[in-house]
Structures are given as C-alpha cells and as structure tokens.
C-alpha cells in the first residue's frame, strides 16, 4: 500500500512537470517575434508564419523560426556590398574570427551573414531578443572590418 501511494505521488508529480514543461516551451511564431521586436521600437514586415523582416537601420535583419524545437536564423543581405569588393580571403578571415555567425556569397553573387541557434529543448523570446542583438553587432563589425579591412 505504501509503494502504491508512492508511486502514485510520483506519477502525480512527474505529470506536474510534464504539462508546466509543456507550456514553457509553447511554440514561439512570427507573430511573436514581431511583436517583441516592435516593442523595442523597430519596424517589422511580416513575411510568413515563421518569418518576419526586422528593420535594423541600415540593414534588415529576417528572423525565421521553425517551432518550440526548430533551428532560428538570423540573415541579412548587405546592400551595396559586392563579392567583388570582398573576396574569398575576407571572408575566409573574418569567419575564422566570430563565433556566432558566418558571412558568404551566395548563388547570386551577394553577401549575406546568417547566424543561427539551434533551439532543441525550446526558446524564450528574450533569447531571440538577445541574438537578435548579438547579430546586429556582428553584422555591424563585419561592416567595420570591411571598411578598414582588418579582420582581428
């Protein structure tokens, strides 16, 4: 009788945390992304159900989030940056010297810098906020190292 009640407590408790795990970890859409980033004053375009476009002045910044347990990126286009003003070696220079991010050229000849999380387990928005930021300053130094060409 005793094991039985145990267990029971047991079962009561490990469903307790099950479920508050469960609305912890809600998934986290656009929408919501959107609405953070407003609040911090930013102009946002919403692109889809998982994507939304962030102004960040002289860049935007498109945040895309795949669910509670999917992979966010961060991604950006620089406009009026060329492969041609950049070349393999800065790239190759400044992606050896972050750690969060990577700059590349894509199929089209342009740069883009992208960094993204990997969310298993879930994702606040105050996580999103934070890399958001982490992201600006990376794009923003890569910008800076651009413009000196030195890559530290």
């Known amino acids: 009788m005793a094991l039985a009640r145990v267990l029971g407590i047991s079962l009561a408790l490990m469903m307790g945390m099950l479920m508050?795990?469960?609305s912890a970890m809600a998934?986290?859409?656009s929408n919501d992304i959107g609405q953070i980033m407003k609040e911090r004053n930013?102009?946002?375009a919403e692109i889809s159900d998982s994507m939304v476009a962030v102004d960040?002045?002289?860049f935007a910044v498109i945040i895309a989030v795949n669910g509670s347990n999917g992979d966010i990126s961060y991604l950006t286009y620089l406009k009026g940056v060329s492969s041609d003003m950049v070349g393999y070696e800065f790239l190759n220079r400044f992606n050896n010297g972050v750690k969060f991010g990577r700059a590349y050229i894509d199929g089209d000849g342009d740069i883009a810098i992208q960094m993204d999380r990997n969310s298993d387990g879930g994702?606040?928005?105050e996580n999103i906020?934070?890399?958001f930021d982490v992201?600006?300053?990376l794009v923003n130094k890569f910008m800076r190292d651009l413009t000196t060409r030195s890559v530290v």
């Open 42 to 44: 930013y102009a946002v």
């Open 123 to 125: 994702v606040t928005l």
């Open 135 to 137: 992201f600006v300053l």
């Open 20 to 22: 508050a795990g469960g």
């Open 56 to 58: 960040a002045g002289d």
């Open 129 to 131: 906020e934070s890399d």
């Open 27 to 29: 998934e986290i859409s």
